[in-house]
């Protein structure tokens, strides 16, 4: 983001309403990209924040380092959350050192990308595992822990709040994806029937369906002039989307203001899935 006088520059300087006071938060997949910008939204709107992380622990430092110099308190844990015992560890660590949560970001995702014919089922597996099975052992977890803790309604009005992070692929069909389209297909029909079970018990279940955003997992679409123009023919609003705009939408599904709402997709997508094409003909 060079134009520090663009809409996203403008947007990135506001402050975050204090809507998650007294909030314990915890965020797959947040050592970069998406993750690293609604960990840092949940500090700045009041929460103290779980880092998950996979690989190196020098990206989840950083997020931790600013998440303190916000006057928040932060713990970084390594799991890989398509493995079951590695996410009751780090709900188990979560627990022990912040006593509870009471909203949790389902995020951690990645791209294994083949034309159809081509595509190894080592690499549908590995997509399939860790956005789609990651997200139902991650949400499973979050769901436990706020039935043992009950109502801390001095925090918040919900039992406990969850947002798990899908695409515009669940509903625009990504040839040469079909491993991603499909798990993120599958986030829409887990999350709403988990939203469904959980309603009466007041925990609210909703997903954030991002659209292009300027991240590591799709720097090709981005990275130059040349793929950036390409890339805007598919969005209305003229711009590329910053994490810090999707971070913005999680902040508002954990917080009281949406109390009413789940089972719901917000499409953060700069109108991608209005599309565009059909502007002017079709
Ligand atoms: P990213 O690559 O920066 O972030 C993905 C994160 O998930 C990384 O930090 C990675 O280390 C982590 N991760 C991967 N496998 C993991 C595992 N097994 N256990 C724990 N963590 C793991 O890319 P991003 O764009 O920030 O992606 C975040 C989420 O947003 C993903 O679910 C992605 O599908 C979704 N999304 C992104 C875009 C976009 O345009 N960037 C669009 C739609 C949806």
């Not at 006071?21 to 797959?28: E, F, N, Q, S």
């Not at 599904?253 to 709402?261: C, K, T």
Request: with cysteine.
């Amino acid at each position: 983001m060079t134009d520090t006088n663009s809409p996203a520059a403008r947007l990135a300087q506001r402050p975050y309403a204090q809507t998650l006071t007294g909030h314990k938060a915890l965020v797959t997949g947040a050592s970069s990209g998406i993750g690293r910008a609604t960990a840092l939204g949940l500090a700045r709107a009041g929460a103290d924040v779980v880092i998950n992380y996979i690989g190196p622990a020098a990206g989840a430092e950083e997020v931790a380092q600013e998440i303190t110099a916000l006057g928040r308190r932060a713990l970084t844990i390594a799991a890989d959350v398509a493995q079951e015992d590695a996410v009751e560890q780090m709900f188990a660590t979560a627990l022990r050192e912040f006593g509870t949560l009471h909203a949790v970001v389902s995020n951690a995702g990645l791209q294994r990308d083949s034309g159809f014919t081509e595509m190894t089922l080592e690499q549908w597996n590995t997509v399939m595992a860790v956005n789609l099975t990651g997200q139902f052992l991650t949400t499973r977890a979050a769901v436990r822990e706020f039935k043992r803790r009950g109502p801390q309604e001095d925090i918040t009005i919900a039992l406990g709040k969850i947002v798990c992070m899908s695409s515009v692929h669940q509903v625009i069909p990504w040839g040469g994806h079909v491993n991603y389209a499909a798990s993120k297909g599958g986030i829409n029909m887990m999350m709403r029937s988990i939203a469904q079970e959980v309603a009466p018990l007041h925990i609210r279940v909703n997903a954030v369906a991002p659209g292009a955003i300027r991240t590591p997992i799709n720097h090709d679409a981005w990275a130059t002039p040349e793929a950036y123009q390409a890339l805007l023919k598919l969005i209305p609003n003229g711009r590329i989307g910053e994490p810090d705009d999707i971070a913005r939408a999680v902040a508002w599904l954990l917080s009281d203001d949406s109390d009413y709402v789940t089972g719901a997709t917000l499409y953060v997508d700069g109108g991608m899935t209005l599309y565009p094409g059909f502007a002017t003909g079709g």
